[in-house]
């Protein structure tokens, strides 16, 4: 058998293409996994803030949008929807300071909003996640004389007034989430971001 001579220049060589070959494999396998851990581009376009054109919501209407894959209401309320929500009595309501349910500083008031008029909500039951309807109303029959207006789930009877707060002796533990948000303008507003987390 010969004694081949061994080639230093040739070993480094084709340990250095070994090394870099093994090194692209590795970023090629590494790339998908890391990929996969980050948000998809629609997970973060379902968080991202929404802009909202309120210009065209008359009184007593509702609006619906998205957000976070949730709705969101936007009620324009009456001065009547208002009068009758100052009527609703504190001790008929679970939390009617809103000390226990979820929404920003500036929403924990009677009214449960920024301005009077706009309501902005989630329009998710606290109970089990059903949509509750809006039922303006007052004394509905099926609802009683005593019926100022607001929302009802049809899952399992959860009664909320019109500042989404949840009444007493109806399954839901909260009242009904704002989310953050802000006005842009008199006839826009931004969901899902306000002075606090901008």
Known sequence: MANDAVDPARRRLLAGTAGALGG???????????SSMQPSARTQAAGAPVEVDISKLGPGELM???WRRKPVWILRRTQEELDHLA????????????????????AQNDVRSI????????????HLGCSPKYRPEVGAPDLGADWKGGFLCPCHGGLY????????????????PVPPYKYLSDTRLLIGEDQETA
């Open 161 to 176: 007034d019109l500042a989404g707060r949840v009444y007493k002796g109806v399954p839901p533990p909260l009242n009904l």
């Open 87 to 106: 009527e609703v009595p504190a001790g008929d309501l679970r939390d009617p300071e809103s000390v226990e349910s979820e929404q920003p500083a500036y």
């Open 64 to 66: 619906v949008v998205e």
């Open 24 to 34: 692209v494999g590795l970023a090629a396998t590494a790339v998908p996994f890391v």
């Open 115 to 126: 301005k009077p008029e706009y309501l902005v909500l989630v329009g998710v039951c606290t």
